[in-house]
């Protein structure tokens, strides 16, 4: 099986940061690799998908990219509305898919 | 407007078996490329996919709870049903059923949960 990573596990930020996730899996992957957020209480939502596509209706501010075993998930300037957990998911073994461990971003 | 709704027991006692319903509405589970999976999240922990069920019936497990689970489907009933035998404490949960619309049994567009219910908490104890 694929293992993911992602760092940090956490990291504080500012309104106003740019922050930086990485996803990183054990065997280099396609491009089906997707970004969720989720915030307590609340189901995930997809923010990118294919590696680099926006879903439609999240704010221009994220944006992914990556290849092989390294992905990122950058957030341009942090807003209020995004602290919150985020997470990796591959499907490079479909129809098997996986989630990293995740991310959380909080109030600095 | 697509939804998804999980529904099921709050509380299932160890060794029993879990049956957990999703009702999904704004699409057909016939149509091609349509499927949804069973997603879990322990309190305080990360995501878990489980299993996934296409629009043609075929069905994939995740490879370290394969022999517990089945996931089926009946489509006149807009339902997808996930069945776990034998259920822990540490089965302790909530499961989300999420949708992908653009995967066929070979090959994907997104492979992307695009969306999801909001969740059913289930807790596994004596």
């Known amino acids: 099986d694929i293992q993911m990573t992602q760092s940090p596990s956490s990291v504080s930020a500012s309104v106003g940061d740019r922050v930086i996730i990485t996803c990183r899996a054990s065997?280099?992957?396609?491009?089906?690799v997707a970004w969720y957020q989720q915030k307590p209480g609340e189901a995930p939502r997809l923010l990118i998908y294919g590696t680099s596509s926006l879903q439609s209706g999240v704010p221009s501010r994220f944006s992914g990219s990556g290849s092989g075993t390294d992905f990122t998930l950058t957030i341009s300037s942090l807003q209020p509305e995004d602290f919150a957990t985020y997470y990796c998911?591959?499907?490079?073994?479909?129809?098997?898919?996986?989630f990293g461990p995740g991310t959380k971003v909080d109030i600095k | 407007q697509v939804t998804l709704m999980e529904s099921g027991p709050v509380l299932v006692k160890p060794t029993e078996t879990l049956t957990l319903t999703c009702t999904v509405s704004?699409?057909?589970?016939?149509?091609?490329?349509?499927?949804v999976s069973w997603i879990r999240q322990p309190p305080g922990r990360a995501l878990e996919w489980l299993a996934h069920i296409f629009s043609n019936d075929v069905k994939s497990y995740s490879t370290s709870l394969a022999s517990r689970l089945t996931i089926s489907k009946d489509s006149s009933k807009s339902q997808v049903v996930l069945a776990l035998t034998n259920v822990d404490p540490m089965d302790t949960a909530t499961y989300y059923c999420?949708?992908?619309?653009?995967?066929?049994?070979?090959?994907?567009?997104?492979?992307?949960?695009?969306?999801w219910g909001r969740g059913t908490l289930v807790s596994v104890s004596s």
């Open positions: 065997q280099g992957l396609n491009k089906w």
């Open positions: 704004g699409f057909s589970l016939s149509n091609a490329k349509m499927g």
């Open positions: 998911q591959q499907a490079h073994n479909f129809p098997i898919f996986t």
């Open positions: 999420a949708r992908i619309s653009d995967c066929s049994r070979t090959s994907c567009i997104t492979a992307a949960f695009d969306y």
